[in-house]
């Protein structure tokens, strides 16, 4: 055996009693270290897409129809970001840093930030020196995510609610509502707590004060808009799904490989007379990289119908 062994690594052909045995052994190893080999070509290079699509941030512009919206408000525009997840080993930073430089060229009336913001420490500096960039003449609002306030199995998050926003306008809503008026319109903007509805007590639709006003909802949970009575609410703007953030392909489109029990995954719906609209959001969680789930951010342009 000995023998033979010599004479495989030396490409000499053994001798003929321990030829069959030898032989097999040898080209078993090789096709093994073949398919290993190809199997870490594959995974080394699906990673460096994953992490490349985590920071190929789509932009656009997109007519979202609400019922019964005033013409006065018509072409009302929001900038919706969502899920910075700032702080976490990511190129998330990069990510938002993008996000937030699109909004300053577009110069919406009004920003919307729809949770899991800074889910580390290290971030926090980021995200107040990015938003302060804004200056939208509407105002800047913000609800909190579930990463935000530490509902998470994610092992390198660490969420932080600033106490203080700095030079960025950003009204932080923790289950109350402010109003403003745009055009002799009142427009009443809500955030909601996520913890709340996770826990089955939340009612966001008391949150709202004005009959009279265009209603905005912020949730981090886009499932909460089949919770709401009928008329509470005309916008709910969401995030937290990541889009899937990995994704696999599908007859017929991708299939998700998490949340799969929620039922809007991206995109804008229409529930009842409610417009539901979710942002794949800009950052990533648990692992850097997207897989059929680019990353968002889009300047909402309310349009009704």
């Known amino acids: 055996m000995r023998n033979a062994s010599r004479c495989c690594a030396s490409g000499s052909p053994p001798p003929a009693a321990v030829f069959g045995t030898s032989s097999t052994a040898c080209v078993a190893n090789s096709s093994r270290r073949r398919a290993l080999s190809a199997l870490a070509a594959a995974g080394g ?5 994953g992490l490349f699509e985590s920071q190929w941030l789509e932009t656009r512009i997109e007519e979202v129809p609400v019922a019964g919206l005033h013409p006065e408000l018509e072409g009302l525009s929001i900038l919706h970001l969502s899920d910075f997840h700032a702080g976490t080993p990511s190129l998330n930073l990069r990510t938002m840093r993008m996000a937030v430089s699109f909004g300053v060229e577009q110069q919406p009336d ?5 949770g899991d913001i800074v889910t580390h420490p290290r971030g926090e500096r980021a995200v107040l020196e990015q938003l302060a960039r804004l200056d939208p003449p509407l105002g800047m609002y913000g609800s909190l995510g579930n990463h935000d306030t530490g509902a998470t199995r994610d092992p390198f998050s660490r969420g932080v609610v600033p106490e203080s926003w700095g030079a960025a306008p950003m009204q932080l809503l923790r289950d109350r509502s402010v109003v403003v008026e745009a055009h ?6 809500a955030g909601m707590e996520p913890d709340a509805w996770s826990q089955g007590s939340a009612r ?5 004060v004005r009959d009279d006003a265009f209603r905005i909802l912020l949730a981090h949970f886009p499932d909460v808009v089949d919770d709401l009575p009928p008329g509470s609410c005309s916008l709910v703007l969401a995030g937290h799904l990541h889009g899937g953030q990995i994704c696999l392909p599908a007859p017929g489109g991708r299939m998700r490989l998490s949340h799969t029990e929620w039922r809007y995954l991206d995109g804008v719906h229409r529930v009842g007379d409610t417009t539901l609209v979710v942002s794949r959001g800009t950052g990533t969680t648990l692992v850097p990289f997207r897989l059929l789930a680019r990353p968002e951010v889009v300047l909402l342009r309310l349009t009704a119908g």
């Open 204 to 208: 966001p639709q008391e949150l709202f």
């Open 184 to 189: 002799g319109r009142a427009i009443e903007v």
């Open 110 to 114: 009004m920003v919307v930030v729809t």
């Open 45 to 49: 290079a699906l990673a460096a897409w």
